[in-house]
T-cell receptor, first 113, second 114 residues
Framework: GENVEQHPSTLSVQEGDSAVIKCTYSDSASNYFPWYKQELGKRPQLIIDIRSNVGEKKDQRIAVTLNKTAKHFSLHITETQPEDSAVYFCAASKTDSSYKLIFGSGTRLLVRP | EPEVTQTPSHQVTQMGQEVILRCVPISNHLYFYWYRQILGQKVEFLVSFYNNEISEKSEIFDDQFSVERPDGSNFTLKIRSTKLEDSAMYFC????????????FGEGSRLTVL
């Protein structure tokens, strides 16, 4: 069935360094790939998304890349700050069915001051 | 900014009891969802709802679960006979569908089954 794998499960970086989180998906028909940030006890919040007709998208310190051939997509956070510390989830969906999101297992990012 | 609202924020119940979790999706959205997140784990899809019927459900969504949109604004998840393993955070989400695909999540309802 549909599956999204996410790595690493935990990531610790020094403030100012970059962080990269990687995901792979199994369903080649997936065409929408959002990233969510979840702080402890809070709802998942969309931080960036990318569609299958685009290879890269950037929003200030956050960027996402997509390789459809390899079924990989990645989140890049540059100049990390302590407030970036949270759990990050990738997800995938097909926008031609129920539009449901299949989530990865999450990456706990810790940015050390 | 419109947002998805959920009640209650936290419910404690005894095993075997029925629970109803309520959600008010964003008013012009057409697709509605329930997701579950067991503590420390990933967000898992339960069910999607469109045009007043279930459009898709996961293996988790067995006969003890049901959803309803009784009045055109509320979207409810009922768990008929709760089990210990139903303890989790339940998130409601809604979306416009079409080309966007973006889902908006509520703050969640934490269910604790004793």
């Amino acid at each position: 069935g549909e599956n999204v794998e996410q790595h690493p499960s935990t990531l610790s970086v020094q403030e100012g360094d970059s962080a990269v989180i990687k995901c792979t998906y199994s369903d080649s028909a997936s065409n929408y790939f959002p990233w969510y940030k979840q702080e402890l006890g809070k709802r998942p919040q969309l931080i960036i998304d990318i569609r299958s007709n685009v290879g890269e998208k950037k929003d200030q310190r956050i960027a996402v890349t997509l390789n459809k051939t390899a079924k990989h997509f990645s989140l890049h956070i540059t100049e990390t700050q302590p407030e970036d510390s949270a759990v990050y989830f990738c997800a995938a969906s097909k926008t031609d069915s129920s539009y449901k999101l299949i989530f990865g297992s999450g990456t706990r990012l810790l940015v050390r001051p | 900014e419109p947002e998805v609202t959920q009640t209650p924020s936290h419910q404690v119940t005894q095993m075997g009891q029925e629970v109803i979790l309520r959600c008010v999706p964003i008013s012009n959205h057409l697709y509605f969802y329930w997701y579950r997140q067991i503590l420390g784990q990933k967000v898992e899809f339960l069910v999607s709802f469109y045009n007043n019927e279930i459009s898709e459900k996961s293996e988790i969504f067995d006969d003890q679960f049901s959803v309803e949109r009784p009045d055109g604004s509320n979207f409810t998840l009922k768990i008929r006979s709760t089990k210990l393993e139903d303890s989790a955070m339940y998130f409601c989400a809604s979306g416009l569908a079409g080309r966007t695909g973006e889902l908006f999540f509520g703050e969640g309802s934490r269910l604790t089954v004793l």
